[in-house]
């Protein structure tokens, strides 16, 4: 099985989704400096596990890269995690043209924002349940 | 030109390549098609959905089949 690393994260082969089998929804984190953000990106990973939707990389849309731009584009639906109220990720799609259709933010999910980098166990288990919940309805 | 289709040969992907051949033969465009399969090369482009079309190293789409009109457009420029 070929593995391949973009931007940190490894990616099985089979995670390169193929548009023929099923919708595609994009799945963008802030990732920032804060516990929050570091939430964010954890959401993400745990949502693309779940299957409800594959994880992108928002600095490359920042970067005005054109895979991952044209990438973006190519997707149904784009939900946006943003740690707190910068709403950095938000913003950087938009400017880029993008359409989020949902947005997610971990202070309103009431974690509130501090400089720890890690995530701490339950915050996680608790937070994904409200997104769940949330990106279900 | 070289133009290279990036997906893993499933319908789509192969619909993609099928419209640029057509194209490519309609208008006498000196053009090399690739068909990239490996995941590592589709990678290499930040393509995270196929099937996706890169011409001259440009990323034209990603996730779609582009219409006959918007490849047209891309090959005459």
Redesign the interface.
């Known amino acids: 099985m070929?593995n391949?690393v973009?931007s940190g994260y490894i990616?099985m082969?089979e995670d390169?989704?193929?548009?023929?089998?099923s919708t595609?929804v994009?799945l963008f984190s802030c990732s920032g400096a804060s516990n929050v953000g570091q939430l964010s990106n954890q959401l993400a990973i745990e949502l693309t596990e779940k299957g409800v939707g594959?994880m992108?990389?928002a600095v490359?849309i920042g970067g005005e890269?054109?895979?991952?731009?044209?990438?973006a584009?190519?997707?149904d639906r784009i939900i946006a995690i943003d740690g707190c109220p910068l709403n950095c990720t938000k913003k950087t799609l938009e400017l880029a043209g993008l359409e989020v259709n949902r947005h997610i933010l971990v202070t309103d999910l009431g974690i509130k924002k501090n400089k720890d980098l890690r995530v701490k166990g339950p915050e996680l288990a608790d937070t994904l349940e409200k997104v769940s919940e949330i990106l279900a309805n | 030109m070289k133009i290279e289709v990036l997906?893993?040969g499933?319908?789509?992907?192969n619909k993609v390549k099928e419209i640029v051949q057509k194209l490519v033969n309609e208008n006498n465009i000196d053009a090399e098609i690739i068909k990239v399969e490996?995941?590592?090369k589709?990678?290499?482009?930040?393509?995270?959905?196929?099937?996706?079309l890169v011409i001259d190293g440009?990323?034209?789409?990603?996730?779609?089949i582009p219409s006959e009109d918007k490849v047209r457009e891309w090959l005459m420029q």
């Open positions: 070929a391949a973009i990616i082969a390169l989704k193929c548009a023929c089998d595609n994009a594959k992108m990389c490359g890269v054109a895979g991952l731009l044209r990438s584009e190519g997707c | 997906g893993s499933c319908a789509k992907c490996d995941i590592d589709i990678l290499d482009y930040g393509v995270m959905v196929t099937p996706a440009d990323v034209k789409i990603a996730g779609k």
